[in-house]
């Protein structure tokens, strides 16, 4: 098993920045691909950003590319997001949610997630 706690979500305006943090214990050797997934309201689990654990590849969703930041500190097995120049469409509780077999984009892939994090973005 794999446990993931999220944190450092909050309320910012637009324009503004914010940086999460997802905290990964247990079974760390068995991840292969981090991703943070984020859950608007009334809308299904959206795929945000994705890196792989050991060899650093990383993928965005097309809205935040530019904008939005994954990195890990594989010592701490810690994943972060970045997330500057924030939009209130990037309202929404983010999750972090690990794989543990492959590459993947698709939410519907991931094995193990965190209780997630409230990020609002104001007008």
């Known amino acids: 098993q794999v446990q993931l706690v999220e944190s450092g979500g909050g309320l910012v305006q637009t324009g503004g920045s914010l940086r999460l943090s997802c905290a990964a214990s247990?079974?760390?050797?068995?991840?292969?691909?981090m991703a943070w997934i984020r859950q608007a309201p009334g809308k299904e689990r959206e795929f945000v950003a994705a890196?792989?654990?050991?060899?650093?590849?990383?993928d965005y969703e097309d809205s935040v590319k530019g904008r939005f930041a994954i990195s890990r500190n594989n010592a701490k097995n810690t994943v972060f997001l970045q997330m500057n120049s924030l939009k209130p469409e990037d309202t929404g509780v983010y999750y972090c949610?690990?794989?543990?077999?492959?590459?993947?984009?698709?939410?519907?892939?991931?094995?193990?997630w965190g209780q997630g994090t409230q990020a609002t973005v104001s007008s």
């Open positions: 247990g079974r760390t050797w068995s991840i292969y691909t």
């Open positions: 949610a690990a794989n543990s077999m492959t590459w993947s984009v698709n939410p519907a892939t991931y094995d193990y």
């Open positions: 890196i792989s654990w050991n060899g650093g590849d990383t």
